[in-house]
């Protein structure tokens, strides 16, 4: 009698749970897991009151690499791949990111008669463009941040003119993270960024005072 009311309770929730299941009682889905999202943060260099140079510098939004044009954090495990967190990301692509700091700690310092952003519809002088290369998390027992930017230094007034770009330079640096994961990421980037954008700065005002 036993078995027969057990085999009876199997039966009807092999039946009943499916049921359930479609009807929606029985909730199965978890809920989604949060997104993080990070952003470069740094001090702009300090104000230049003397020896502004008068010429107005825009600064066009940088390309990025195509391994690295998303906004997703990256890092790289061992030669040949890319890996990247699902969960955690930049709040926007690295080549919006790079110029957009660029062209602050530009204005911020003074140095030139104006800086101007890529949406800006004012004339300039002098354009710099360029192409962020590496912007990635060298995993590893220290994890390292690797940032490399090529920058293009043009006289506007020179567009069709082959002397137009008056500098062309590569700048790369890997700062070692504090911290492990996105986290240590975004200071350690925040770092790399600072540093090469004080040495475009002081690249392009040298290459301006010579000019």
Known sequence: MQNRILTSAILLSVFIVPIMIMSGCINTKHAPLEIHYYTLEYDPPPFVKANQLPYTVKIEQ??????????????????????????????????????????????????????????????????ITGVVEDFYLQAGDSGKAVLSITVNLVDSTRRNNSNAILM??????????????????????STAMQQISEDILMDVADRLEKY
């Open 62 to 127: 940088f390309q990025t690499s195509p391994l690295y044009d998303s906004n997703r954090i990256i890092f790289k495990k061992e030669d040949y791949t890319r890996d990247e967190y699902a969960y955690h990301k930049w709040r926007a692509h690295p080549g919006e990111l790079v110029s957009f700091f660029l062209t602050r700690d530009f204005s911020e310092t003074g140095r030139f008669q104006a800086t101007l952003y890529y949406e800006s519809n004012l004339p300039y002088t002098h354009l």
């Open 168 to 189: 062309q330079k590569k700048y790369r640096l890997g700062i070692e993270t504090k911290t492990g994961g996105p986290q240590g990421l975004a200071n350690a980037m």
